[in-house]
């Protein structure tokens, strides 16, 4: 949604835009949604356009913008559609502008950004959810990058990632996978913004306490594995907790990351496959297999499995989380430091 126009002047032309009333391209493009979701509001929930001028063409007066430029805000708060169209008429109604301008400031009680609706609900995230997926849809980036930073606020990092940006996250690849590679920039656009969410709660490196401490959490992809948002949640995790990790990402090609594994000696090596294609149960064998130190002292790592690539496989000697909370209290652990 184009948040700077609202409450702001236009010049001449913008004005007499206002007076002729929108065409709905025009209407979508200022609120960033498709004219089909303007249609199925139409259909759903009674909010059209007041008139129509050169036969079947459509206009959008100023009071239907005000009435959707508020469900917009509304449903990026986490309202259900229904709720919002009902909230937003009402609103509309009783503070109703002159037709021939633009509102120039949102309807009372409307929430300007959707963290001012008041503190998320302790215990439902669902809510929040909804709200960041519809922000996403709507490529309103200031609305994700808020909902992600209330939901990381109201519930930690550990929750907001297995409860909010999971889901929210899956629900958006579904759309994508169902409607013919449509909405691929909702994807990326919503993990653009869950990475610099996680990479903002991420805190500097640290060093091993001592020369005798457990050495780093070394996080890696597999080779072949792009996926690298599930790692970059844990190494955020894994820095508020003080334990020192050594990220690598995506796709760590064999060789690269067994002379990794032997240079720095880890507590925990974190091998991370989102596809069963890519998931290489010899490659964690052989990280398993690897010792360091001195003859009669050796040691190796402890392995971790993680990403539904490793479903069904043997892992016998190595460790596969359930989830974000389990692999923190896990690698923490493994370095000798409180959950």
């Known amino acids: 949604m184009d948040r700077e126009r609202v409450g702001t002047s236009r010049s001449a032309p913008d004005a007499r835009t206002s007076e002729a009333g929108l065409t709905t391209g025009a209407l979508a493009r200022r609120l960033g949604v498709s004219p089909t979701t303007l249609r199925s509001w139409e259909r759903r929930y009674g909010i059209g356009p007041a008139e129509r001028v050169t036969g079947r063409h459509r206009r959008w007066t100023s009071r239907d913008v005000a009435v959707l430029e508020a469900m917009c805000r509304l449903t990026a708060a986490g309202l259900a559609p229904a709720e919002a169209a009902r909230v937003a008429r009402n609103e509309a109604s009783a503070d109703e502008s002159p037709p021939t301008a633009l509102p120039r400031e949102m309807p009372r ?110 996080l890696a992809c597999v080779p072949g594995e792009q996926h690298t948002l599930p790692l970059e949640a ?83 000697g190595m460790l596969r989380p359930t989830g974000l909370p389990e692999a923190l209290d896990t690698l923490a652990d493994a370095c000798g430091r409180p959950g």
């Open 109 to 218: 009680n409307v929430p300007a950004h959707p963290r001012t609706a008041g503190p998320l609900p302790s215990g439902d995230v669902r809510q929040e959810s909804r709200g960041l997926a519809r922000a996403a849809v709507r490529l309103d980036a200031p609305a994700v990058e808020e909902r992600l930073a209330a939901a990381v606020d109201e519930f930690g990092l550990a929750r907001a990632w297995q409860e909010v940006m999971v889901p929210t996250l899956h629900a958006v690849g579904r759309k994508w996978a169902s409607s013919g590679d449509r909405y691929v920039e909702v994807e990326h656009l919503l993990s653009w913004h869950v990475s610099t969410t996680l990479r903002r709660h991420t805190r500097p490196p640290v060093a091993s306490v001592a020369p005798a401490a457990a050495g780093p959490v070394l």
């Open 234 to 316: 844990l190494n955020a995790g894994l820095s508020q907790l003080g334990v020192a990790t050594r990220m690598f990402g995506a796709a760590v090609p064999v060789e690269a990351l067994a002379a990794a594994v032997g240079r720095l000696g880890p507590a925990a090596v974190v091998l991370w496959a989102q596809a069963r294609s890519t998931a290489s149960l010899p490659l964690a064998q052989h990280v398993a297999a690897t010792q360091w130190g001195v003859k009669g002292a050796r040691s190796g790592p402890l392995v971790v499995l993680g990403g539904p690539g490793w479903a069904g496989r043997s892992s016998r």
